[in-house]
Structure formats: C-alpha cells, structure tokens
C-alpha cells in the first residue's frame, strides 16, 4: 500500500477480506493513491474510505460494488465524498466486453450446433 499509486480490489467476501480497506490500512496509503473497488462491497470500509477522500488522504475512489445493492440511499456517505465515481455494479459492461461476451455466447451456440463444445464447465 506504501508504494501503490493505484490499488483495485478483485477478491471474493471472506473472514479476511472482509473490510480489508479500513482506516488503519488506509493510513498506509500515499495521499495521492486511488482506490478502486471491483470486488465486494464489504472488502472496503465505507466510512473510512469516504473521510480519507474528504481530509486529503487518498486522492480518489471508484467504487462499484457497495454493501447494499443500488440504487444507494440519497444520503449515502460516498455521494458526498471528493473525487468518487460510483457505478451501480456494472462497471464490467463496456461496449467491447457487451460485444466479446456476445461473441462467446454465439460462437458457442454455433459450436453446440455443430456437435462440439468449445467452454466445457466441470
């Protein structure tokens, strides 16, 4: 965290992660780090997170997974926050991934069609 210019988060909800971005974590962090959240909502502290984007302490967040699915309360403590974007859990959906998974969706269908199977599950 002392030498991340960036930090973004993609790890499931857990005993350990849970509110792995706290206070004390984030006193860590240089003040012109940014903090993305794309793993689950309960990964970061929410107060915490939303004072150190207002003192100065983090330079900014994009969050896109909350502790309550959006639409968020209109007093929701990060629509006050500094330099925050917020996305309601669809930060995934640009048009090149909407446009690759409908590739993957189609071709296969046209495999199965064809009798072979390209994306096995197990």
Same mark, same amino acid.
């Given at each position: ?5 960036? !930090?973004? &988060?993609?790890?499931? &909800? ?5 509110? @792995? ?12 780090? #940014? &903090?993305?959240?794309?793993?689950? +909502?309960?990964?970061?502290?929410? +107060?915490?997170?939303?004072?150190? @984007?207002?003192? +100065? ?5 994009? !969050? ?7 639409? @968020?309360? @209109?007093?929701?403590?990060? #629509?006050?926050?500094?330099?925050? !974007? ?28 064809? +009798?072979?199977? !390209?994306?096995?599950?197990?």
């Amino acid at each position: 965290l002392r030498n991340s210019d960036i !930090i973004t &988060l993609h790890t499931p &909800l857990n005993r350990e992660t849970r509110f @792995l971005i706290n206070s004390n974590n984030i006193g860590f962090m240089k003040p012109n780090a #940014f &903090l993305i959240n794309c793993a689950r +909502g309960e990964v970061i502290e929410i +107060g915490a997170v939303a004072r150190a @984007l207002n003192e +100065g302490k983090i330079a900014g967040a994009a !969050i896109d997974v909350f502790e309550v699915e959006p639409p @968020l309360p @209109l007093d929701h403590v990060l #629509f006050s926050a500094k330099n925050t !974007i917020l996305t309601p859990h669809v930060a995934f959906a640009t048009q090149e991934s909407m446009i690759r998974r409908a590739k993957i969706t189609f071709d296969n269908i046209y495999a199965w069609l064809d +009798g072979k199977q !390209i994306n096995k599950i197990i």
